[in-house]
């Protein structure tokens, strides 16, 4: 029943988002029909607004039932625990991880519930670009280790690597309500998990570095 709910809300949200929003969408590799059913994990890099699920106009209706049912997806305490857009929040991704932004037993959690029959969705900055291009204290938007925790766990599939244009011009952190009949743009590509995984060096921490590094490029190079 959750994940129907789920389901009808973010069918919703595209049905909106589509009727108010023009989405330019770049591929910038090949993909098929076929590849959704092995998208493994979704990564979100430019994370900058509460709305991002205005991206969902670019997800065929079979992907978004899979993403709703099958979906494990680390959410932010905070914005869980808001009244409004924490419930919001909790009916459309009915089985998000609330985690905090520490690396305590809420990530550890998480981290036991990926296994090789999930879809994961993640947005390895771990917090909110304003719009003067830091987070909400001033610091540099980074990459954070648990991407590297998450990939080293699985060893097929595909990794949806989704490169947002950024929606400071819809809604900024600390805005309530967006702006109408703007252009949204993201970038795409995929990513095999087994290729990736072989190109990457096998000792642990040396694999989390050199993943984090070449994700932060990926984040300074190829959003629109």
């Known amino acids: 029943m959750r994940s129907l709910?789920?389901?009808f809300i973010v069918m919703i949200v595209k049905v909106f988002s589509h009727l108010f929003y023009r989405l330019e969408l770049k591929w910038l590799t090949p993909f098929s029909k076929d590849n959704w059913d092995k998208i493994r994990v979704v990564v979100v890099l430019n994370h900058t607004s509460l709305y991002e699920p205005l991206f969902s106009q670019a997800l065929p209706p079979k992907f978004i039932w899979r993403f709703v049912h099958k979906m494990v997806a680390p959410a932010a305490d905070k914005t869980f625990n808001r009244p409004i857009v924490g419930t919001f929040w909790k009916m459309?991704?009915?089985?998000?991880?609330?985690?905090?932004r520490k690396r305590d037993e809420s990530w550890d959690q998480f981290m036991d519930?990926?296994?090789?029959?999930?879809?994961?969705?993640?947005?390895?900055?771990?917090?909110?670009k304003r719009p003067n291009g830091l987070d909400k204290d001033g610091k540099p938007m980074t990459v954070r280790g648990g991407i590297a925790d998450?990939?080293?766990?699985?060893d097929s599939g595909l990794i949806l690597m989704a490169y947002s244009g950024g929606l400071h011009h819809?809604?900024?952190?600390?805005?309530?309500f967006p702006r109408f009949f703007k252009t949204i743009k993201m970038n795409i590509e995929t990513i095999d998990i087994a290729e990736y995984k072989k190109s990457m060096p096998t000792e642990v921490r040396a694999f989390k570095l050199k993943l984090v590094e070449d994700f932060q490029h990926r984040l300074e190079t190829k959003c629109p």
């Open 5 to 7: 709910l789920g389901f």
């Open 150 to 154: 998450i990939i080293a766990k699985l």
């Open 170 to 176: 819809v809604q900024s952190p600390g805005e309530h």
């Open 113 to 128: 519930r990926v296994s090789e029959d999930s879809l994961i969705v993640i947005a390895p900055e771990g917090r909110m």
């Open 92 to 100: 459309m991704i009915p089985h998000a991880s609330s985690i905090s």
